[in-house]
């Protein structure tokens, strides 16, 4: 089994887990975790403001010459970038974002923290899971990418829409190792 199958059969648990303690804890997935389809004026938004964050920050790592990136072409064949592909673009964004904008930020929201640590705290462990982008831009940028979401699903009360967002995101960095 190859480090890709892997990674999609434990998001697929990951998310299995989490509509199970959700359902287990009476939640709402609507209003408690956030599974509410955003409008399109609220999406479109959010949309626009995530395309200049992503400009900002393309163009921070183009003057800082942070990062080469890796083409999959001659490392992967074709099935493997695939996967890669869908493991990245359509079940991590999920994965991830049920988890951190989704259950934590619901059970952060509910303490004295409130809204401020239910944005914060997912932020800072969504940037220590991507551990693996050693330079200290990528992963400061990692943080801020965190803290929007955080701000889109405290605002939209959808974390429908942070998976829109993160998926977009994904997709242009698998954009970069493909074309």
């Given at each position: 089994m190859n480090g890709t199958t892997l990674n999609i059969i434990m998001m697929a648990i990951s998310i299995s887990l989490v509509l199970f303690v959700a359902k287990k804890k009476k939640?709402?997935?609507?209003?408690?975790?956030?599974l509410l389809i955003p409008k399109w004026k609220t999406l479109l938004f959010w949309?626009?403001?995530?395309?200049?964050?992503?400009?900002?920050?393309?163009?921070?790592?183009?003057?800082?010459?942070?990062?080469e990136i890796i083409s999959w072409k001659e490392k992967y064949t074709t099935f493997q970038i695939?996967?890669?592909?869908?493991?990245?673009?359509?079940?991590?964004?999920?994965?991830?974002?049920?988890?951190?904008?989704?259950l934590l930020y619901w059970k952060i929201k509910t303490t004295r923290l409130n809204y401020f640590g239910a944005?914060?705290?997912?932020?800072?462990?969504?940037?220590?899971?991507?551990?693996?982008?050693?330079?200290?831009?990528?992963?400061?940028?990692?943080?801020?990418?965190?803290?929007?979401?955080?701000?889109?699903?405290?605002?939209?009360?959808?974390?429908?829409?942070?998976?829109?967002?993160?998926?977009?995101?994904?997709?242009?960095?698998v954009l970069e190792r493909i074309l």
């Open positions: 939640l709402s997935y609507k209003n408690d975790i956030g949309v626009g403001l995530f395309v200049l964050l992503i400009v900002l920050e393309e163009y921070l790592l183009s003057i800082n010459n942070d990062g695939l996967s890669r592909s869908i493991a990245i673009i359509i079940i991590a964004p999920i994965t991830e974002e049920l988890i951190f904008r989704g944005i914060l705290i997912p932020a800072i462990l969504f940037s220590a899971i991507h551990f693996q982008y050693s330079e200290l831009l990528t992963f400061g940028i990692i943080f801020i990418d965190g803290l929007f979401y955080g701000l889109a699903r405290h605002y939209s009360k959808s974390v429908i829409l942070t998976i829109i967002l993160h998926s977009l995101s994904n997709f242009g960095a």
